[in-house]
């Protein structure tokens, strides 16, 4: 149950990336890892220490860095692209288009600093656009893990995948609560609660707040499933269906603009097979602005009040 | 080496390709395909150490190339079916619903030969420069080659990738830059002019050569040059020469013919300036 789920530590789910990376390290040769000049940032440094010519620093040249890794996966290998989430996405749309979608590449961009927990260096770093560049993109898997030890296996799994994957992790310190153990499957949801009356769907750091807001909930008597999409596309649309026809209602909670992103992703399975009332918690089409991530998530309405006043929203509604 | 007069022949069949590929979509670049049929052909039949009968993605052990400006398409696919690396009779579906011979080079449909999508300009130096480190840590000594027009070298990702392999001693890597001095919208010096293309890529701690792309014995002496170079310590850069439009006759000496297609009279006149060698598609 929900009100067992254990916090042993508050850690960075950037730290799993790097943790996960250095594993894969030492396990497949055929990784290697580049970096746009903010290695100790993405948590490389293990890696590059431990494995210096399978590390490749670019330099601040990202759209460099996107076409060598296309070009690296040409004889085998599987490269690991590293810089912030702006810099991953949006500044290097087309090469990725090209180079790495259109062109079918095993590459894996490894994206941190994403939204906008990112923090005081306002918005021109807190891309909240990403995920819905991303999975626009044909064959384009995308992945925002919601704690240190799900971003760690993630890391390793995607290495496992052969085939274009976005990988979207953060800077701030979080609950670190899913257990080390656990086997991550590309595109399966995890259920952390059973629910009956509301399903709160949460990708990346809004997985935790929407736990924080269905204990509260569940205090005043609302029972909510809660599920984990990790894995944005491809969409566990069987898992999302199951809980919403159990629910007949849904709060979708993310990190990123309302237009776009995994609320949009659930839109669409619902209108195509299970028509129900949904409520986003997400960013409202605005920039963000300087601040600390704490603050940020309250002033951008992504917090844990905020799922709880969508939740009884559309509970109102159905 | 091959010898330079049958080198010299499938030239002259590969430009009737181009210019019929063309006129059969009724769209594509003959100019610029026109101009590099010389390297092309030198490269693929003389140069490259590659199997064109078993072709698959990673190359290991192979010479492979890239191409950049991948609007020049129709020199390529003419190339690689001339040199079997799929059927001939295949190249009448350029540019047409359901083909593997795409407008601008893609991988998605198989086509044999090809193994990076080109078109939005400035991606083919990095994958270039990918591929060149992977041969390195796979142990290969392979070449890895990739072709640039000059307007491409407008695109500011041309220069990181510049800057890295200079910086890094990629020396695997052969590029060359189709110098026709022509784009889009006129010359290049009127759009943007490139200045001094050699001192430009030797400042980035590049090797350059020179050549005249539109002379055989040109283009395998300074290609073999550039083979005996590698592994020196530097990328080479070939500042290729060429005349957009090469061997027909009202397509030279203008940018006009840079992407349009000739119509049927004008084909039979481009046609009869180029000998049938190996036969039509």
């Known amino acids: 149950m929900i009100k067992d789920i254990e916090v042993l530590e508050e850690k960075d789910t950037r730290s799993g990336f790097g943790a996960g990376l250095h594993e894969l390290g030492k396990e497949n040769e055929n990784v290697v890892a580049l970096c746009a000049d903010l290695t100790g940032s993405l948590k490389m440094d293990a890696f590059k220490e431990d494995f210096p010519d399978r590390f490749f620093q670019v330099g601040i040249a990202e759209a460099n860095m996107i076409g060598i890794a296309a070009g690296m996966t040409i004889g085998g290998k599987i490269p690991f692209t590293g810089t912030f989430a702006n810099f991953s996405t949006g500044r290097v749309y087309d090469q990725i288009r090209q180079s790495v979608a259109y062109s079918g590449k095993n590459v894996k961009i490894c994206a941190s600093h994403a939204g906008l927990t990112l923090g005081e260096d306002g918005a021109t770093h807190q891309i909240l656009e990403d995920i819905g560049l991303m999975k626009m993109l044909p064959g384009m898997t995308v992945i925002c893990p919601c704690d240190y030890n799900q971003t760690k296996a993630a890391t390793k799994a995607i290495a496992k995948y052969d085939g274009p994957v976005y990988l979207r992790f ?18 399966k949801a995890d259920v952390i609660q059973e629910g009956t009356d509301v399903s709160i769907i949460a990708t990346g750091h809004l997985v935790w707040k929407a736990i924080e807001a269905a204990k509260i909930l569940l205090e005043n008597g609302i029972s909510a499933d809660v599920i984990n999409i990790h894995t944005i596309k491809p969409l566990d649309e069987e898992a999302v269906l199951r809980s919403v026809k159990k629910t007949n209602c849904v709060v979708t909670c993310e990190e990123h603009q309302r237009h776009g992103g995994l609320g949009d992703s ?28 704490s603050e940020l998530m309250a002033k951008y309405g992504i917090d844990t009040e905020n799922i709880i006043e969508a939740v009884n929203t559309v509970i109102a509604r159905k | 080496m091959a010898n330079i007069d049958e080198l010299k022949s499938v030239c002259s069949q590969v430009r009737r390709d181009i210019v019929r590929m063309v006129a059969g979509a009724a769209s594509g670049h003959p100019g610029g395909s026109l101009g590099c049929v010389e390297y092309f052909v030198a490269l693929y039949f003389d140069q490259m150490n590659h199997k064109p009968e078993s072709f698959n993605m990673d190359g290991k052990g192979e010479d492979i190339f890239f191409l950049s400006n991948g609007h020049i398409s129709p020199v390529w696919y003419s190339t690689l079916a001339r040199r079997g690396y799929f059927p001939i009779a295949e190249l009448e579906s350029f540019r047409k619903l359901n083909s593997r011979l795409q407008g601008h080079p893609a991988t998605k449909e198989h086509l044999e030969g090809i193994r990076m999508a080109s078109g939005s300009l400035g991606q083919g130096l990095s994958a270039a420069i990918g591929a060149a480190i992977t041969k390195k840590l796979n142990n290969e000594d392979s070449i890895v080659y990739c072709l640039h027009g000059d307007g491409e070298i407008q695109e500011g990702q041309i220069w990181e990738a510049a800057m890295y392999a200079g910086s890094n001693g990629i020396d695997n890597l052969i590029a060359t830059i189709d110098y026709n001095g022509k784009q889009i919208d006129g010359s290049t010096d009127e759009v943007l002019s490139l200045g001094n293309i050699k001192s430009k890529w030797e400042a980035f701690n590049w090797k350059v050569l020179e050549m005249d792309g539109n002379d055989m014995a040109s ?8 083979r005996s170079l590698t592994g020196n310590g530097k990328p080479i850069m070939i500042v290729m020469k060429t005349e957009m439009g090469q061997g027909v006759d009202y397509m030279m000496g203008t940018h006009k013919w840079h992407g349009v297609a000739p119509n049927q009279e004008q084909l039979a006149l481009a046609l009869d300036q180029l000998d049938e060698t190996l036969g039509d598609y």
């Open chain 1, 266 to 293: 659930v839109a669409q399975v619902l209108s195509r097979f299970y028509p129900a009332p949904q409520e986003y918690v997400a960013v409202n089409d605005t920039f963000g602005e300087s601040g600390q991530p």
């Open chain 2, 219 to 226: 283009v395998l002496s300074v290609l073999s040059e550039a």
């Open chain 1, 170 to 187: 953060g800077r701030p310190k979080v609950p670190n609560f899913t257990p080390a153990d656990t086997e991550f499957v590309i595109g």
